[in-house]
């Protein structure tokens, strides 16, 4: 049965694939910083690099619509690398200027399976000259459950460059508590789908009190996402979270 919307969002999507390809080529990508917080003394703590496109024709694109389409065609692999050596090189500025301030980048499970991901940081790193503990690596939960022994490796290669790992969106994936246990990692971002309810919904509070009485039990970090409200700070704050990032900073 021929589909029409069907033959048009193929056409939508090849259409940006290609302008996509084109932005990275012609330097149209950009990374904005969104100040990672400590909930106690307000100190801006880290910056999580959050990529932007803006293009000629298609004027400003979401991630939300062009990171699918680069994660179906494998371009992610292409926009990965190009986020970490950037993101890297702004650190290494700030570092000059004074400024320790450590950088969180989003890693696809495309481009944490290639064989020469370690490397490949390692190698931006060196390139940089910066210290491992300046980096951190969100991973989703995706990422974490396939091939546990590969991955377990991985993390233990990247752990002993000293980068920091944190496990993005906490809670919407498969959540399973046994890779907390085995794999080296540092903190959990709380979803920002549970926070937005906070605190007057039972059910968000119940689940992110879980969570950063687990990261606690466990010894890592925990902050929270999507932050934009004073009652949303309050709670977190008297739940015992780590961190927050958000409109609100």
Not at 39 to 47: K, P
Not at 157 to 168: Q, T
Request: charged share 25%; proline share 4%.
């Amino acid at each position: 049965f021929h589909q029409a919307q069907h033959d048009a969002d193929l056409r939508h999507r090849m259409r940006l694939d290609y302008a996509m390809r084109q932005a990275l080529a012609s330097n149209r990508l950009r990374l904005k910083y969104q100040p990672q917080v400590d909930l106690i003394s307000g100190e801006v703590v880290g910056a999580e690099a959050l990529i932007r496109w803006r293009d000629p024709e298609l004027g400003e694109v979401s991630p939300g619509e062009f990171i699918p389409v680069a994660e179906e065609t494998g371009f992610i692999v292409a926009i990965g690398d190009w986020v970490l050596s950037q993101a890297a090189g702004q650190c290494a500025r700030w570092r000059a200027r004074g400024l320790m301030l450590p950088v969180s980048i989003n890693v696809s499970a495309l481009q944490f399976r290639r064989p020469d991901f370690v490397d490949r940081v390692a190698a931006v790193l060196a390139e940089h000259r910066l210290p491992g503990p300046v980096l951190e690596l969100e991973l989703t939960e995706s990422i974490l459950v396939h091939d546990v022994d590969e991955v377990l490796e991985r993390l233990s290669r990247l752990a002993a460059l000293g980068v920091r790992l944190a496990v993005d969106d906490f809670g919407t994936g498969y959540s399973s508590l046994a890779y907390l246990k085995r794999f080296p990692i540092d903190r959990l971002k709380i979803d920002r789908s549970f926070v937005k309810g906070l605190p007057s919904d039972d059910s968000d509070a119940a689940i992110v009190r879980a969570i950063i009485q687990l990261a606690r039990a466990l010894g890592l970090n925990a902050i929270a996402e999507g932050v934009e409200t004073v009652s949303q700070h309050s709670f977190l704050a008297q739940a015992g979270c780590d961190a927050y990032q958000g409109f609100l900073y």
